[in-house]
Protein backbone atom coordinates (compact mmCIF):
# COMPACT_ATOMS: atom_id res chain seq x y z
CA UNK A 1 0.00 0.00 0.00
CA UNK A 2 1.30 3.61 -1.06
CA UNK A 3 1.77 5.86 1.77
CA UNK A 4 2.81 9.44 1.54
CA UNK A 5 3.36 12.01 4.22
CA UNK A 6 3.89 15.28 3.68
CA UNK A 7 5.94 17.91 6.18
CA UNK A 8 6.98 20.75 6.41
CA UNK A 9 3.99 23.41 5.87
CA UNK A 10 4.28 26.24 8.12
CA UNK A 11 3.50 30.15 8.47
CA UNK A 12 5.51 32.68 6.48
CA UNK A 13 6.10 35.95 5.35
CA UNK A 14 5.68 37.38 1.54
CA UNK A 15 8.68 36.74 -0.20
CA UNK A 16 10.10 34.12 2.08
CA UNK A 17 10.64 30.34 1.81
CA UNK A 18 9.56 26.97 2.48
CA UNK A 19 10.35 23.16 1.55
CA UNK A 20 8.34 21.03 2.12
CA UNK A 21 8.65 17.32 1.96
CA UNK A 22 6.75 13.83 1.36
CA UNK A 23 8.11 10.58 2.60
CA UNK A 24 6.95 7.70 0.13
CA UNK A 25 6.62 4.37 0.68
CA UNK A 26 4.46 0.93 0.07
CA UNK A 27 6.60 0.20 -3.46
CA UNK A 28 9.06 1.19 -5.90
CA UNK A 29 8.26 3.99 -7.58
CA UNK A 30 10.64 3.78 -10.24
CA UNK A 31 8.06 4.16 -13.17
CA UNK A 32 6.01 6.51 -11.53
CA UNK A 33 5.71 10.31 -11.81
CA UNK A 34 5.54 12.11 -8.35
CA UNK A 35 3.63 15.71 -7.58
CA UNK A 36 2.73 18.21 -5.69
CA UNK A 37 -1.03 19.68 -5.99
CA UNK A 38 -2.45 22.03 -3.43
CA UNK A 39 -6.03 23.33 -3.00
CA UNK A 40 -7.14 26.74 -1.67
CA UNK A 41 -10.09 27.27 0.39
CA UNK A 42 -13.11 27.75 -1.40
CA UNK A 43 -10.94 26.59 -4.89
CA UNK A 44 -10.74 23.56 -6.69
CA UNK A 45 -7.52 21.32 -6.22
CA UNK A 46 -4.80 22.64 -8.63
CA UNK A 47 -1.48 21.29 -9.95
CA UNK A 48 1.77 22.79 -8.88
CA UNK A 49 4.11 20.48 -10.04
CA UNK A 50 5.64 17.05 -10.93
CA UNK A 51 8.61 15.16 -11.39
CA UNK A 52 9.96 11.70 -12.67
CA UNK A 53 10.98 9.34 -10.09
CA UNK A 54 13.36 7.85 -12.49
CA UNK A 55 14.61 10.28 -14.74
CA UNK A 56 13.96 13.48 -12.89
CA UNK A 57 12.45 15.46 -15.47
CA UNK A 58 10.40 18.05 -13.62
CA UNK A 59 7.06 20.56 -15.12
CA UNK A 60 5.49 23.42 -13.45
CA UNK A 61 2.98 25.23 -12.99
CA UNK A 62 3.35 28.79 -14.65
CA UNK A 63 1.88 30.44 -11.44
CA UNK A 64 4.72 28.52 -9.64
CA UNK A 65 7.89 28.75 -12.44
CA UNK A 66 10.81 29.92 -11.72
CA UNK A 67 9.96 30.26 -7.84
CA UNK A 68 9.27 26.46 -6.89
CA UNK A 69 11.42 23.68 -7.78
CA UNK A 70 10.50 19.84 -7.36
CA UNK A 71 13.00 17.14 -6.84
CA UNK A 72 13.61 13.58 -5.20
CA UNK A 73 16.00 11.56 -3.26
CA UNK A 74 15.70 8.19 -4.73
CA UNK A 75 18.20 7.02 -1.45
CA UNK A 76 15.61 8.05 0.96
CA UNK A 77 12.51 7.52 -1.14
CA UNK A 78 11.76 11.36 -0.70
CA UNK A 79 10.36 13.92 -2.32
CA UNK A 80 10.39 17.74 -2.30
CA UNK A 81 8.98 21.23 -2.96
CA UNK A 82 11.42 24.17 -2.29
CA UNK A 83 9.30 27.69 -2.36
CA UNK A 84 10.96 31.07 -2.43
CA UNK A 85 9.66 34.21 -3.27
CA UNK A 86 6.20 33.18 -1.86
CA UNK A 87 3.49 34.86 -2.16
CA UNK A 88 0.07 35.41 -0.41
CA UNK A 89 -1.79 33.60 -3.11
CA UNK A 90 0.11 30.63 -2.31
CA UNK A 91 -1.69 30.27 0.55
CA UNK A 92 -3.26 26.35 0.14
CA UNK A 93 -3.08 23.17 1.77
CA UNK A 94 -0.02 21.09 -0.20
CA UNK A 95 -0.58 17.45 -1.32
CA UNK A 96 1.96 15.23 -2.12
CA UNK A 97 1.16 12.88 -5.64
CA UNK A 98 1.94 9.82 -7.23
CA UNK A 99 0.72 8.35 -10.16
CA UNK A 100 2.01 5.92 -13.21
CA UNK A 101 0.83 8.17 -15.82
CA UNK A 102 1.71 12.14 -16.39
CA UNK A 103 -1.36 13.42 -14.55
CA UNK A 104 -2.09 17.39 -13.63
CA UNK A 105 -5.98 17.05 -12.86
CA UNK A 106 -5.42 13.79 -10.14
CA UNK A 107 -3.79 11.26 -8.68
CA UNK A 108 -3.46 7.65 -7.55
CA UNK A 109 -2.41 8.22 -4.50
CA UNK A 110 -2.38 11.14 -2.25
CA UNK A 111 -0.52 12.24 1.54
CA UNK A 112 -3.24 13.61 4.03
CA UNK A 113 -1.64 17.17 3.24
CA UNK A 114 0.10 19.92 4.76
CA UNK A 115 -0.69 23.81 5.21
CA UNK A 116 0.95 26.28 3.89
CA UNK A 117 0.21 29.79 4.85
CA UNK A 118 1.64 33.13 3.47
CA UNK A 119 1.40 36.36 4.78
CA UNK A 120 1.41 39.77 3.47
Known amino acids: QVQLVESGGGLVQAGGSLRLSCAAS????????MGWFRQAPGKEREFVAHISWSGGSTFYADSVKGRFTISRDKAKNMVYLQMNGLKPEDTAVYYC?????????????WGQGTQVTVSS
Open 97 to 109: SADRTVTRTTAAY
Open 26 to 33: GRTFGSYF
